[in-house]
């Protein structure tokens, strides 16, 4: 995922290019972060007694004059983007300084993307190409393209869950991931993929259930001020809250984007490279990898692999516990059922972190869009004149982006303690049980805070 940063030596892999050194000791910002969320656990509990304490309604319309046209013209600039990444891959320069398919996948879209739907709303619902090209060849067959197949409900959202897997594979580990033709055939087969579930489960299941992407954009939009379903403004957060339930799939969906992003971070630590080396020194393991890769399989990439599949699990068992631990002292509902009643309250938490953790990544790989909007294929063209822009990676300081960090983890956190609060209320009914419940949740929560800031801080003093 950082490779457009990596391109530059004199970067670090979250844009601090130049030293900084913490103005506190790192263990004195991570306890103070605890700390915090654990004050907010008691202000919450002390004045929020009723339920619902969140309205989840989108309570004013927006009305916005030719909004019907904005909204098709914006998904035929969607779709002529998506088609103009695809043709630079294949058909461009194979530098991926050169070619816009690489800043335009892993920067402008996962990052850019994501951000604008944390922060607005689930714009890729409109605006999602692969949906607009198959809702306009529904539209030219007269809606006979579908075989309306029955969605099995014991798959739920299983097959997202495997794509996202994927896709993070694809970002975190995969090796060629910046070479453009070999991206450009990676965003073809899913999208043949997506195009193929449309096709026989029909759109909308299968977007509400097989498109990782419409789910993940899904999720992190259920945080934003907009509902793009009603057109209408809500409280930011509030569609977390909603009285939803949701499949055991989902829960693993939620804490698979959670981990995967994490993992990302933790690619950048010293603990993650004296792992590796561990496991390399390892006589048995190191006839292993050895094994492997005389068939071609890169000894860091299995490692990595391992890695990145572990994570999920870890984070599904730490979260698997605490809600066991929420059933044991309450002595209501299951494990499951409390699992998928609370795991959209978890989405503040990553929010927060995607958004300190990529924060560097915009600012700075981002401007790489600027000169490739003028020359996408590579072939010397300036079509806005933009074609000389200079990347400045010390665009920011490292003050901004760890103080940035560091609120935005605190109080992502925040949110997600209050949500868990309004849902435990509507759940176990009464205020004694709903503070019982949120004690392992709390556990969790300062356990990840603390986790997550260490983790952003490696780059700097690790």
Request: hydrophobic share 60%.
């Amino acid at each position: 995922m950082l490779a457009l940063l990596a391109w530059a030596a004199p970067a670090a892999a979250h844009g601090f290019g130049q030293r900084f050194d913490l103005p506190l000791p790192l263990w004195l910002w991570v306890t103070g972060a605890g700390a915090t969320i654990v004050l907010s656990f008691a202000i919450v509990a002390l004045f929020v007694r009723e339920s619902p304490p969140v309205d989840t309604r989108a309570r004013l319309a927006l009305r916005i004059p030719g909004l019907g046209w904005i909204a098709g013209a914006a998904r035929a600039v969607s779709v002529a983007l998506f088609l103009i990444a695809l043709l630079a891959g294949f058909f461009g320069a194979q530098d991926p300084y050169r070619n816009i398919i690489v800043t335009m996948v892993w920067v402008a879209w996962w990052v850019g993307f994501a951000f604008a739907c944390a922060l607005i709303g689930n714009l890729w619902r409109p605006l999602n190409p692969l949906a607009v090209l198959f809702g306009w060849a529904e539209r030219a067959t007269r809606g006979r393209l579908s075989l309306r197949l029955r969605y099995p409900p014991s798959l739920g959202v299983w097959p997202a869950v495997v794509l996202f897997f994927c896709f993070a594979w694809a970002e975190l580990v995969w090796r060629d991931k910046d070479v453009p033709v070999y991206l450009a055939r990676t965003v073809l087969v899913y999208s043949v993929l997506a195009w193929a579930g449309m096709l026989a489960f029909g759109r909308e299941a299968w977007l509400e259930r097989g498109e990782a992407f419409s789910l993940a954009f899904g999720i992190l939009g259920r945080f934003g001020p907009v509902d793009t379903r009603e057109g209408a403004l809500r409280f930011p957060g509030a569609g977390l809250a909603e009285a939803v339930r949701v499949p055991f799939s989902f829960v693993v969906f939620v804490l698979l984007m959670l981990a995967t992003v994490t993992f990302d971070g933790f690619l950048e630590t010293p603990l993650h490279q004296a792992l590796a080396t561990r496991v390399q020194s390892s006589p048995a393991l190191a006839r292993l990898l050895f094994r492997l890769s005389e068939f071609g399989v890169d000894e860091d990439a299995i490692i990595s692999t391992v890695a990145l599949i572990a994570f999920p699990l870890l984070f599904l068992a730490a979260y698997w516990l605490a809600s066991w631990a929420m059933v044991a002292m309450t002595g209501k509902s299951t494990v499951i059922e409390v699992a998928c009643a609370f795991v959209l309250t978890l989405v503040p938490i990553a929010v927060a972190y995607h958004l300190s953790h990529y924060f560097s990544l915009l600012v700075t790989a981002g401007q790489f869009i600027i000169p490739l909007a003028s020359d996408p294929f590579g072939y010397g063209w300036n079509l806005f004149g933009t074609a000389g822009y200079k990347v400045n990676l010390a665009i920011a300081s490292p003050y901004v982006f760890w103080y940035g960090a560091v609120t935005l983890v605190v109080v992502g956190h925040v949110i997600a303690v209050y949500l868990a609060h309004a849902v435990a209320l509507r759940e176990f009914g009464s205020r004694r049980l709903a503070l019982l419940s949120q004690v392992p949740m709390l556990a969790l929560m300062v356990g990840y805070t603390m986790l997550s800031l260490w983790i952003l801080a490696q780059p700097i003093v690790g």
